[in-house]
């Protein structure tokens, strides 16, 4: 399953499951960040945070 990795400096700071959640990091952050698919795990923020995604009822299942 493809995450959304904000990349910088060649390198992937942060991996949001939804891009509506990497996008809303993209437009509050002055750094320079591209959005790129990756496979990487998922960076966890607090419950609180306005990057936190719900992913506990996710369907596992492939098409």
Known sequence: MQN??????NEIIRVFRYEKTALRYKN???LPVMIVLTDEE???FPEG???YEDTSNI????S
């Open 42 to 44: 998922l960076t966890e």
């Open 59 to 62: 369907s596992q299942q492939g």
């Open 4 to 9: 959304f990795g904000i990349r910088y400096n």
């Open 28 to 30: 509050n952050t002055d």
């Open 49 to 51: 945070s306005p990057y």
